[in-house]
């Protein structure tokens, strides 16, 4: 059974640029997550996709945005980057309505 | 809206010794989950409680949600360099399971040879 994977591992990109970020479910896993990461911080949820629509979405603007393929893979994109937007991404899936989240190793990214 | 509050923020421990990590919660919990992070990656699937004076263990790692479901508490019996990172709690932030994870700030454990 493949776990969460996510790529790129690390990024860095300069303000103002966009970027995006990629992650396969754990197999059969059809609901995947977006949290936020800060230094020193626990996690903040950004979104949820299922049956490939957001459900769910936290105190993130609308810059920030996603997808969810057939495959359950996911992509999140991020416009216009701020400096406060460096931090650990990880995405996290699960089968809907089950309670068990499981996590990525995560894409840390650096915005300059 | 909901807040997760951990204690203590950090601690240093010789291996060997028992610790405990608190996670409170400012509204009624309906599933508390424990994850185990190394610095700077993936968060670790622990354990999830659901009921109120449930409690449950792996390895030497028990935790329980009290009565009131407010509060969980996460305990090391003889702890080992393993045990090292940063725990943190987690809470449905809706009133069932909507998967909509909060967590708390989390507690960065060191355990000293």
């Known amino acids: 059974e493949t776990g969460v994977t996510q790529s790129p591992t690390h990024l860095i990109k300069t303000r103002g640029q966009q970027v995006t970020l990629r992650c396969s479910s754990q197999?059969?896993?059809?609901?995947v997550s977006w949290y936020q990461q800060a230094l020193g911080q626990g996690p903040q949820f950004i979104f949820q996709y299922y049956r490939e629509e957001e459900n769910g979405r936290g105190n993130f603007p609308p810059r920030f945005s996603g997808l969810q393929f057939p495959n359950y893979s996911s992509e999140l994109n991020v416009n216009a980057l701020e400096l406060d937007d460096s931090a650990l991404y990880l995405c996290?899936?699960?089968?809907?309505?089950?309670?068990?989240?499981?996590f990525g190793p995560g894409t840390r990214l650096t915005v300059t | 809206s909901q807040e997760l509050e951990q204690s203590p923020q950090s601690l240093i421990v010789q291996e060997g010794k028992n610790l405990t990590i608190n996670c409170t919660s400012s509204?009624?919990?309906?599933?508390l989950y424990w994850y185990k992070q190394k610095y700077g990656e993936g968060l670790i699937f622990l354990m999830m409680l659901q009921k109120g004076g449930e409690e449950k263990s792996h390895e030497k790692i028990t935790a329980k949600l009290d009565e009131k479901k407010q509060q969980s508490s996460l305990h090391i019996t003889a702890s080992q360099p393993s045990h090292a990172g940063i725990y943190l709690c987690?809470?449905?932030?809706?009133?069932?399971?909507?998967?909509?994870?909060?967590f708390g700030q989390g507690t960065t454990l060191q355990v000293k040879p």
């Open positions: 509204k009624t919990l309906y599933g």
């Open positions: 996290a899936s699960r089968i809907w309505n089950s309670y068990e989240q499981y």
């Open positions: 987690g809470a449905d932030a809706g009133s069932g399971n909507t998967g909509k994870l909060i």
């Open positions: 197999s059969g896993h059809n609901t």
